[in-house]
């Protein structure tokens, strides 16, 4: 074991390729809402559990945080996956929904940099990786809210890294373009109920967007975050690192 990597969001998708991508060499520790699929990715790994909070409940993240450091020791890497996306035109975007979006993307990321920044700190190292997207750096229609929180996010860790860039600490984001995981599966449901296409249009629409014309694969982006996390990355601070085909250049 050469650290030990907090995941939020681990129990699927992103978050669950990013924890048998470092499993191998890492203690890993799953935090999302649901008990069941964390368990059951945590079951399938060397050494990983489950810690189930809601990441914009501060206390309760405080405290899947404690219990996993009690586990695994000190975090030496945060991967924050957790994330909803919801769609809607600009026009007609409520409020709630935007604020429930940013309560998730947004202040979901910064609770979990806030418990684990002043352990890494002390300890001089540390790896700060947010699942950020293609929508933190262009626009998407009908997805006006989600790139807002996701444009956000960006800027959080942007500001994150110039202030931790003295102290062995690295703040980056991966920007997936659309993926192959549950999250994707839902905008596919929706578009096919929406304008009655069919799930395979659905899907080709989306992955249309991307030049490689597919839908990105979770291990992709678990492969960027695994870099990221290791010491060929220590100059790497500040970025946003797109897994998107050529979508975003
Ligand atoms: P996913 O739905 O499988 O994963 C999201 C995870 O976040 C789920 O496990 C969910 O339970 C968890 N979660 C949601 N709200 C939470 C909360 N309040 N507290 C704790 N956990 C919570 O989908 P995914 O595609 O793996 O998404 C992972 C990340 O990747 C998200 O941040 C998403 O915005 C981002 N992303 C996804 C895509 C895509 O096309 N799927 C593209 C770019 C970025």
Not at 18 to 34: N, T
Not at 119 to 140: E, H
Not at 141 to 150: D, I, M, Q, S, V
Request: glycine letters at 10%; charged letters at 15%; aromatic letters at 4%.
């Amino acid at each position: 074991m050469t650290g030990h990597v907090l995941i939020t969001g681990g129990g699927t998708g992103i978050g669950r390729a990013v924890a048998a991508s470092m499993a191998p060499a890492h203690a890993v520790s799953l935090v999302g809402r649901r008990a069941a699929p964390l368990d059951q990715t945590a079951s399938g790994l060397r050494e990983a559990r489950g810690f189930a909070a809601d990441v914009t409940d501060p206390a309760a993240l405080a405290e899947a945080v404690r219990a996993a450091e009690a586990a695994f020791g000190p975090v030496t890497v945060l991967v924050a996956a957790a994330g909803i996306s919801q769609t809607a035109p600009v026009a007609k975007t409520a409020p709630e929904m935007l604020r429930r979006m940013f309560a998730v993307n947004v202040e979901g990321v910064l609770n979990a940099i806030q418990l684990v920044l002043p352990g890494m700190t002390d300890a001089g190292f540390g790896r700060i990786i947010a699942v950020a997207s293609t929508a933190s750096l262009k626009g998407y229609a009908y997805a006006g809210g989600y790139a807002a929180t996701k444009h956000a996010v960006l800027g959080l860790i942007r500001s994150l890294a110039l202030e931790t860039a003295k102290t062995g600490v690295t703040a980056n984001a991966v920007c997936p373009g659309f993926a192959d995981t549950e999250m994707t599966a839902a905008s596919i449901a929706n578009i096919t109920a929406k304008t009655g296409r069919s799930d395979d249009e659905a899907r080709a629409a989306l992955a249309k967007n991307n030049p490689m014309a597919r839908l990105i694969a979770p291990d992709e982006v678990a492969d960027a975050v695994r870099w990221l996390a290791g010491p060929a990355a220590a100059s790497i601070t500040g970025q946003a690192i797109a897994v998107a085909g050529g979508e975003v250049m």
